[in-house]
């Protein structure tokens, strides 16, 4: 007897899993772009101000990052 995921939606609970993973790990990745660019565009700011400025990079934290956006999306997906 399948189990009722497989039956729904053609798809393993492997591959649902993998497919939410992936989802969080795409979430945290474009996190740390938008920090980055965030940063930069702020040093731009101050340098046309004639600041002395330079753009501080975000620590790389994508993929602990998105083992917790993972984790929550997980919690959420059980919980209905």
Request: no cysteine.
């Amino acid at each position: 007897m399948k189990d009722t995921n497989t039956q729904k939606t053609g798809k393993s609970g492997y591959e649902i899993r993998l497919e939410v993973l992936q989802r969080a790990l795409d979430m945290a990745e474009g996190s740390w772009h938008m920090s980055n660019e965030a940063s930069r565009m702020e040093a731009e700011s101050k340098i046309k101000l004639g600041l002395v400025a330079t753009p501080v990079p975000a620590p790389d934290t994508r993929v602990e990052d998105g083992l917790k956006i993972a984790e929550k999306l997980y919690k959420f997906i059980e919980s209905k």
